[in-house]
């Protein structure tokens, strides 16, 4: 196993541990809007694990699932957010 | 650039990216609530994918480069705002501020833990309010 395989698993096992870790903390938060914020940093986790497979596989769909879960993620964090702060979501 | 060096830059940005993220999941458990929390998630997150976007980009296939680049763009452009939705929403639900010295200025009180003694919560604004006051 070559140095570059090394780092990229190293990476990839580091970010699982922190996805791992977020979602405690989301799991745990003691409020919604905390429960919001640790949804949108797991998304964000999320990209960067699909972004370091992309590395590793070379492959640039990887990176269209991150797109899309980007845009997913601020769609739903914006609904949400404004939901739970004015019961509304349009204005 | 030879590809060793292209390598170890790559390298070099994934591990920090790696280490950014992890002080972002280290401020979202350490810090006290969630406005301090908010600052820590929303920065710390976005700057580190971006140094792992950087490290992608050079690989030097377009298809990936392009797609990267959209993703660094959109994740800057969003991420503030879904940030600023999270506090507002904290805010008009009256999330408590627990930092301690923490000053709410709309006089709503959401401020709940006096500076520690001998400590101002923001010399500065303690300086100017001493003299408007005198």
Known sequence: MGVAMTIFLIAIGWTALLLGVCGWVTIRASSLTMRILGLETFTLILVALLVLFAHL???????????????????????????????KVFS | MS?????????????????????????????PDL???????????????LPLL?????????????RAILIGFFLLFTTPVAAHAIAQAAYARGELM???????ESGLG?????????????????????????
């Open chain 2, 54 to 66: 950087i490290a992608i980009s050079m690989t030097g296939d377009p298809a990936i480069i392009f």
């Open chain 2, 3 to 31: 590809a060793a060096v292209t390598f170890w830059i790559a390298s070099g940005l994934i591990l920090l990216g790696m280490l950014i993220m992890s002080a972002a999941i280290y401020g979202m458990i350490r810090l």
């Open chain 1, 57 to 87: 596989r070379q492959q640039a769909f990887y990176l269209d699932a991150a797109f899309f879960l980007i845009l997913l993620s601020f769609t739903g964090t914006l609904a949400a957010a404004r939901y739970h702060g004015t019961w």
């Open chain 2, 98 to 104: 627990q930092t301690p010295g923490a000053r709410d």
């Open chain 2, 110 to 134: 959401l401020a709940t833990k006096p500076a520690p003694a001998g400590q101002a919560s923001n010399p500065e604004r303690s300086a100017e309010r001493s003299k408007t006051e005198h």
């Open chain 2, 35 to 49: 406005y301090t929390r908010l600052h820590a998630a929303s920065k710390a997150a976005v700057l580190g994918v």
